[in-house]
């Protein structure tokens, strides 16, 4: 770029990168095309959570008690939640490892990138599994369904199966992403076609943070509401 | 990109310090639940640490802190017009709420 305008106070500095007949983010276009499209995500996740809201005012009857639905006995009394609590620390970790993957990756330290990716999927798939566990006890055990539970308002269990089956799958696609990535970082592939360019690391990461943020909401506005 | 610096690169202690943090408001909220709080004390330490997770999470680990605010314009904006769609929501389910009432439960 002949002229930088970081040096200008910011909003004429936002002015001059959109006024600008050049790109408007000075980032990669994977990561702009990344953000964008976590953007969109985004509001897809809101469409959710927001007709969650809407049925969840609607309802006449008694909206079933996530702490007491979602409880779990270890050996003796029911802990309440403990399944998700557990599902939120493995998936807050999944972040940390990622966030030092892509540390790592820009210090092009290959074997601790890597090493720190499969982690990230590893406990990726670990709270898939959790989440099996937990649809498996609520549809068996409990006979919740997306038209009906025997606790309470019928729009339980479509919303549950919607949000949550939608963010699993989210997990499940980054769990794969991730490992695309890993192995391209592992067998060299970055260095040789990108110039030892990891940023494909970074805009995975963004992905798989993107995904424990929604959980972060869903945990919010579902569980512990 | 000829201005490209070399990408995100920050101390590794930001993102331990901000792994712990997102434990402990993690536990916070967990311990609002397992203390039955009630109420409005209730929602908004849910939202509070919902809120300050959220942010961590898109500043630190998403790197926004240190993206220009070309950028931070453009994907953080958008997502407030959902205000408008959860107020509109909020306004109909009451209104569903109040006539499902007087439909059928007289």
């Known amino acids: 770029m002949a002229h930088d305008a970081s040096a200008l106070p910011p909003l004429q500095q936002v002015a001059t990168d959109f006024a600008a007949d050049k790109q408007a983010f000075h980032v990669p276009w994977g990561k702009a095309m990344m953000w964008i499209f976590l953007l969109s995500d985004t509001f897809i996740f809101s469409c959710f959570l927001i007709s969650y809201m809407n049925v969840r005012i609607t309802t006449t009857v008694p909206w079933p008690n996530p702490s007491e639905v979602f409880a779990l006995s270890l050996g003796g009394e029911p802990i309440p939640l403990i399944l998700i609590a557990i599902m939120t620390f493995v998936l807050i970790t999944s972040s940390g490892t990622m966030a030092l993957a892509v540390n790592y990756g820009y210090r092009r330290d290959k074997k601790k990138t890597v090493l720190l990716m499969i982690a990230t999927a590893l406990l990726g798939a670990t709270f898939v599994g959790m989440q099996a566990f937990e649809w498996t006890k609520l549809i068996v055990d409990e006979g919740v369904r997306p038209w009906g539970n025997p606790m309470g308002a019928a729009q339980f269990g479509s919303s549950f199966f919607m949000i949550t089956g939608f963010h699993g799958m989210h997990v499940s696609a980054g769990v794969i992403y991730l490992l695309v990535i890993a192995t391209r970082v592992g067998t060299g592939y970055y260095d040789r076609h990108r110039g030892g360019n990891y940023e494909m690391v970074e805009i995975a990461g963004l992905y798989w943070h993107f995904v424990d943020l929604v959980w972060v909401f869903i945990f919010a506005f579902f569980y512990l509401w | ?106």
Do not use: N
């Open chain 2, 1 to 106: 990109m000829s201005d490209a610096k070399e990408g995100q690169q920050h101390p590794l202690t930001v993102y331990l310090w901000i792994w712990l943090l997102l434990f402990v408001l993690s536990t916070f909220s967990y311990l609002v639940d397992y203390f039955h709080l009630h109420g409005l004390l209730r929602w908004s330490l849910i939202i509070t640490f919902m809120l300050l997770k959220a942010g961590f999470i898109v500043a630190i680990f998403m790197h926004m802190a240190w993206e220009r605010l070309a950028l931070k314009f453009a994907i953080l904006l958008p997502p407030l017009c959902l205000l408008v769609l959860i107020g509109f929501m909020a306004i109909e389910g009451d209104y569903t709420f109040i006539t499902r009432g007087a439909a059928f439960l007289r």
